[in-house]
């Protein structure tokens, strides 16, 4: 499975619907579900916590945790359940996720890992893959950080993805985390220069095509986030300049598909603007984001948005492809 580009895991961010929608508009990127704690994804309600449309495919599921029997029991699930990879979480910083005993502070166990890793790959047939910081509080040391990922090699881990800038446990917040510690790309093109035969995956603050070009002349693939969130139409440019796809959809259309999606999900129980707050950068960067936008928080953001509003929602799209063209 390639994964020249992925679309990084995102807590209330990147739920079902919105990798139903991104996938709408790019077929050739990896998706990864937000992350789900072990204990959530054994004990909790599966068909909600874990179910996906097959559309959105290629899929990771992403896992926190540090109990091996656990871990082990979900990358199984993931495996009945037709994800593509498994994936642990190394990287996230939040005090509460520090209290559990996952993601970040597990840079600091690397043995622990290790076992939970040849746990995890023992239990199923899916890569298991980790996702990780450079370093951690006061480290941030090549050596340290490729000690650490050998440790994992040997566990049998192959694909690492690199967030290319430390995690600080205490004193900043997740989201000062994912801004303050600086971003060292060097760092992580070492790691593939040292370790040539790892699937290295690059991320962290990069947002444009050249970028992505650039990293892709060292590393195997680059992992986009925000970027992606924020402005999910630049997955177009990607399809065009990184997998050379010729046709893509318009913004028009991807509306339309994603209409019939919100009017079989509404018929399930779904709310519209579980579906919709995903929406809110289609026209980024574009005449009618405004308009885009507050069409979308005046009818289609409260918990009980009527589905009927909905209907009107092509003349907003079809007025702002006009203005866009017009402006060409
Ligand atoms: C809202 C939000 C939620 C996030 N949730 C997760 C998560 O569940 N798992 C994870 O590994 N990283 C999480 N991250 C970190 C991203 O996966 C990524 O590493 C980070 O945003 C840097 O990439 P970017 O600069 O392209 O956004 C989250 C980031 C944001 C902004």
Redesign the pocket.
């Known amino acids: 499975m390639k994964k020249t580009v992925s679309v ?6 990147t739920d079902r619907h919105d990798r139903f929608f991104l996938r709408l508009i790019s077929k050739n990127v990896m998706l990864y579900t ?2 789900i704690a072990t204990k959530s994804a054994i004990y909790g309600d599966r068909k909600k916590n874990l179910s996906f449309s097959p559309e959105e495919k290629p899929l990771a599921l ?1 896992v926190g945790g540090s109990d091996k029997k656990e871990l082990s029991q979900v990358a199984k699930i993931a495996e009945d359940m037709n994800y593509d990879e498994i994936n642990i ?1 190394l ?2 910083p939040s005090k509460k996720v520090q209290k559990n005993m996952f993601g970040a502070c597990l840079m600091k166990e690397p043995d622990l890992v290790s076992e939970c890793i040849n746990e995890m790959i023992n239990s199923c047939n899916i890569p298991v893959t980790a ?1 990780t910081r450079i370093g951690i509080d006061d480290i941030e040391d090549f050596n340290y950080l490729n000690e650490f990922i050998l440790k994992l090699k040997e566990a049998g881990c192959k694909t690492f993805i690199i ?1 290319a800038r430390k995690a600080i446990l205490k004193g900043l917040s997740p989201k000062q985390n ?1 801004n303050i510690p600086k971003l060292n790309y060097e760092m992580v093109y070492k790691v593939k220069k040292e370790n040539p035969d790892l699937e290295i995956i690059i ?4 947002t444009k095509i050249e970028e992505i070009k650039n990293h892709l002349e060292i590393c195997n693939g680059v ?5 992606i ?1 924020q402005n999910p139409y630049f997955l177009v440019d990607i399809e065009k300049e990184i997998f050379n796809v010729k046709d893509h959809p318009s913004r028009e259309e991807v509306a339309e598909k994603l209409l019939k999606y919100l009017e079989k999900e509404v018929q399930l129980g779904t709310k519209v603007n579980h579906i919709m707050r995903h929406t809110v950068g289609l026209y980024h960067g574009q005449i009618g984001s405004k308009k885009w936008k507050r069409y979308l928080s005046d009818n289609m953001m409260a918990g009980d948005s009527d589905f009927q509003k909905s209907k009107h929602i092509m003349t907003i799209v079809q007025n702002n492809e006009k203005a866009n063209q017009a402006n060409i």
């Open positions: 990084a895991p995102m807590m209330d961010c937000e992350m992403q979480n990287g996230c996702k967030h994912l991320n962290g603050g990069i992992m986009i986030g925000r970027a969130y």
